[in-house]
T-cell receptor, first 115, second 120 residues
């Protein structure tokens, strides 16, 4: 069964600094990968996804993630964060296979952006 | 702006009472998912519907939880009787097939704002 590891439970960073949120997955078959963001008292919002093709995917608000098959990673990066990026970020994986495939979530990383 | 809606947003109830949570999926989405989020367990999938039929509810405690989709615009999650350990945030998500070119039952999921349930 697949699993997702987000090693950092919390990442504090200053505004306008770069940030990387790490995500590693385990799966013996091909996968789809996702990053979701959850703002306080809200549901999860899809930030970006990797299905196939280019290994670098981008979101509309400046985040990007790179699929690295050899390292089984899908780290999320932003070159310059804003206060408004403070939220919980979840990495998720779904197996690329027939039959219903659950979306398996990591435990989340809380990004804390301070002035 | 198409969104998943959930009601109520907050519910406080006493142990033993029945709780019903409602979800309106995005129009055109044929799949609905129910999740529970707690600090200890994170996000857990409780149930999954496709075209209103329950396809997987293995994550749901069968003795007290039930999930239904009476029509394409309404999904419900019911707990009877409720217990303090049911306190959590319950999310509904609706989804689209992720990759129509691949015979994979995977979905891009859109989450509602959640129902925060407190059972005292």
């Amino acid at each position: 069964a697949q699993s997702v590891t987000q090693l950092d439970s919390q990442v504090p960073v200053f505004e306008e600094a770069p940030v990387e949120l790490r995500c590693n997955y385990s799966s013996s078959v091909s996968v789809y990968l996702f990053w979701y963001v959850q703002y306080p008292n809200q549901g999860l919002q899809l930030l970006l996804k990797y299905l196939s093709g280019s290994t670098l995917v981008e979101s509309i608000n400046g985040f990007e993630a790179e699929f690295n098959k050899s390292q089984t990673s899908f780290h999320l990066r932003k070159p310059s964060v804003h206060i408004s990026d403070t939220a919980e970020y979840f990495c998720a994986v779904s197996v690329r296979n027939t039959g219903f495939q659950k979306l398996v979530f990591g435990t989340g990383t809380r990004l804390l952006v301070s002035p | 702006d198409a969104r998943v809606t959930q009601t109520p947003r907050h519910k406080v109830t006493e142990m033993g009472q029945e709780v019903t949570m409602r979800c309106q999926p995005i129009l055109g989405h044929n799949t609905v998912f129910w999740y529970r989020q707690t600090m200890m367990q994170g996000l857990e999938l409780l149930a999954y519907f496709r075209n209103r039929a329950p396809l997987d509810d293995s994550g749901m405690p069968k003795d007290r939880f039930s999930a239904e989709m009476p029509d394409a615009t309404l999904a419900t999650l019911k707990i009877q009787p409720s217990e303090p350990r049911d306190s959590a945030v319950y999310f509904c998500a609706s989804g689209l097939v992720l990759d129509p070119l691949v015979p994979s039952d995977s979905y891009e999921q859109y989450f509602g704002p959640g129902t925060r349930l407190t059972v005292t």
